[in-house]
């Protein structure tokens, strides 16, 4: 017991850091989509793919027909998207976490139904799935 009265002060800060390397895993909430099954739902229903990364990102390769709003600007940009309120909207950034960002923007803007790619455009290059550029 004296040690933990004597070393408090480190049994805080390794407690801290513990959870803040976990809190972006707990946030993460709303549906989840693996590439293939992004990929099932684009030839099966209406899709559109947002890409949410920088420009320069996105100008290096990006999902076929994804429509190009960088997550900063997309509370802005909403109204361009709004004739797509009604399809499944799949959200992607590079590695997925930026993603829930704008999916949990977009849920609010009263999108139907909104999903994230899991893994982001990573995952999509892991899964050889095709790029555009």
Sequence with gaps: MKFLLDQIFLIGIVALSGGALLWPVLTQRGKKVSPAEAVQLINRAKTTILDVREAKEYAEGHLP?????????????MAEL???K???VVVVCQKGARAFGAAKLLAGAGFENVVVLEGGQSAWQTAGLPLAK
């Design 65 to 77: 027909d994804a429509k190009h709003i960088p997550a900063g600007e997309l509370k802005q940009r």
């Design 82 to 84: 709004d004739k797509f």
């Design 86 to 88: 009604n399809r499944t």
